[in-house]
């Protein structure tokens, strides 16, 4: 049954869907689910498309921490200089928000980015 269930999750994601929160650099395109009776319940499904605020700021962090060769911990606060150029993740309990760039945040998402081959 896990293998079954681990194959159709495998499917939806090969045809584009997403399942969860939207990763940081992207936002959640809402459809309206494509199997009649669910979309009678209003149910709906997600694809993501990129953050035109969050994506940049993703893009930016790479070549600094790679041609600058600047730690985490100063790329944060170089971020942090502009927040609403650069805005802050926000994690999935708000109250963990610090409201502002760290240097493990900065890490965790140059580490993500590097998995998943998007810088």
Known sequence: MVELAWDGFIQHTKQGWNIGRPPYEYLADRVPHP??????????????VPDPVRGPVITRIFPVRALE???YDTIADQL????ERNP?????????????????????????SALQGTV
């Open 69 to 71: 060769k600047l730690g």
């Open 35 to 48: 199997v009649p009776a669910r979309r009678a319940e209003g149910r709906t499904k997600h694809r993501l």
């Open 88 to 112: 802050p993740p926000q994690p999935v309990d708000p109250a963990r928000a610090v409201g502002r760039w760290t240097g493990s945040a900065v890490r965790e998402f140059l580490c993500f």
């Open 80 to 83: 942090n200089i502009d927040l």
